[in-house]
């Protein structure tokens, strides 16, 4: 009887941690779009994450990590490398779909990012450093401030956050404030001239760091610095990084590179598509490895998984897609037609007072010049070229073709001028290819838009 209760129980417990396994499985899957376990992630080296993260308090908004790159340290020949990460790379992040991987943080916070890295790279990561935009400029401040050559003349508002970056070709001494203006303004060339113009500056950093004058102050500023960064590094493995850094700048530059991919903008949201099976060999370069079979062919299935959901997404189907980066679109848009709004009011207040100023011959004249046959077809201009001049002269433009043309101010520089139709119908869309300027036309049907079109006025505008 004894011995049955005793089959009884070891066949209970047996029970309990099979379905313990399989729920701990469905709940937490361990493998990746690349169907590698994480004890088959390169490991050669010691893989330090690093994210710049710009939290908003004061708005209760835990942020997104707007810079983010991977430090791989080779402790036995006391070497580095650097991989930056564009912010818009296009990457799955786990319970929210397809999404750019700087919005990882605002859904896990530095976990899901670190764990999200992780996937994309097939590397495992040992360690973090995190710092906000705050700490930042308290770094850069606490050091004096850096040189810098700026390529060129830099200027940026965004209406959405308030935030302005007005800087001047040439050599220039930068405090926290406008080092955080260089480190996130954004060109033509978009998330690659910012990783390029964030690696320039984090040399600059090392060259003050490393200033003769600049040693004899690092014993008192270091309990100043560690208080502006998170890690979880030891002290002895960061004493081991900075030399090996510092070893290798002065022999041979630090080696340093970017995910390759392209640029690509899907649903009117552009992102940075990885190459992976490009990406994937840069990883075992860097890390020391060799590429076997296994993690070629895992490289080569994550490809593919990533081209088909990219396929997915241009057509239309969009189930999960895109939540934070929609949600980011609109809260900029919303915040921008508001503004609009306002500006077309006080536009439309300023007109009536000095037309009521005119006499009757006036406005008659006025009138007859400013009448223009209209079709109903009402378009948004939103200026995205980085001219000042070319949106008021594309908005003339338009009327003159007889568009109703609401304002939509000024937008993130595009190289590409793109018409893009809110409806499928036919009437609507073979009007808007009238637009009487080069342009690349596409449909993306929103029912609640409050036009027909919208105009994104890119740098190739002539």
Request: with cysteine.
């Amino acid at each position: 009887m004894r011995r049955l209760f005793s089959i009884k129980i070891l066949g209970l417990v047996a029970v309990v941690c099979a379905l313990a396994y399989l729920l701990f499985g469905y709940l937490n899957p361990e493998k990746g779009l690349d169907n590698l376990e994480p004890k088959e992630r390169l490991n050669m080296k010691k893989n330090i994450v690093v994210l710049g993260v710009d939290e908003r308090a004061e708005e209760h908004d835990v942020g997104r990590s707007d810079t983010l790159f991977v430090v791989m340290f080779d402790t036995n020949k006391k070497a580095a490398s650097l991989l930056s990460i564009p912010r818009d790379t296009r990457v799955p992040i786990q319970g929210h779909g397809w999404d750019k991987i700087n919005h990882a943080y605002a859904y896990g916070g530095r976990e899901l990012t670190q764990k999200t890295v992780e996937e994309l790279l097939g590397l495992k990561i040992n360690n973090y450093v995190m710092v906000d935009f705050n700490g930042f400029q308290g770094l850069v401040d606490a050091i004096g401030g850096v040189d810098i050559d700026v390529e060129n003349d830099m200027y940026y508002y965004d209406d959405w956050d308030g935030f302005k970056i007005d800087l001047k070709k040439g050599r220039q001494h930068l405090d926290g404030k406008t080092a955080i203006q260089y480190v996130r303004y954004r060109d033509e060339e978009g998330d690659i001239g910012r990783i390029r113009r964030q690696q320039h500056f984090l040399l600059a950093v090392y060259d003050k760091i490393t200033s003769a004058n600049m040693l004899l102050h690092i014993p008192g500023l270091a309990q100043q610095l560690t208080s502006m960064v998170k890690t979880d590094l030891p002290l002895s493995d960061m004493v081991d990084l900075g030399r090996a850094l510092h070893a290798m700048v002065k022999s041979q530059g630090l080696a340093m590179a970017t995910v390759p991919g392209t640029p690509k903008y899907i649903d009117g949201i552009s992102y940075w598509l990885p190459d992976i099976t490009d990406l994937r060999e840069q990883m075992v370069k860097m890390q020391g490895a060799e590429m076997t079979e296994r993690y070629r062919s895992a490289a080569e299935l994550m490809e593919k998984q990533y081209q088909e959901a990219v396929a997915k997404a241009e057509g239309g189907d969009d189930s999960g897609e895109n939540k934070e980066a929609v949600k980011e679109e609109k809260e900029q848009q919303q915040s921008k037609e508001k503004k609009d709004r306002k500006k077309l009011k006080q536009a439309k207040e300023n007109s009536e007072k000095k037309q009521a100023a005119k006499d009757e011959k006036g406005k008659k004249a006025d009138k007859a010049a400013s009448e223009v046959k209209r079709d109903g077809t009402v378009v948004r201009l939103v200026n995205c070229s980085g001219s000042k001049t070319a949106g008021a002269e594309a908005l003339a433009r338009l009327r003159d073709a007889g568009f109703t043309v609401i304002n939509g101010g000024s937008g993130e520089l595009l190289a590409e001028t793109t018409v893009i139709s809110t409806t499928n119908n036919g009437a609507v869309v073979g009007r808007l290819s009238n637009v009487p300027f080069k342009h690349r036309l596409r449909i993306s049907r929103d029912g609640a838009a409050d036009c027909d079109g919208v105009v994104m006025l890119g740098a190739d505008y002539k």
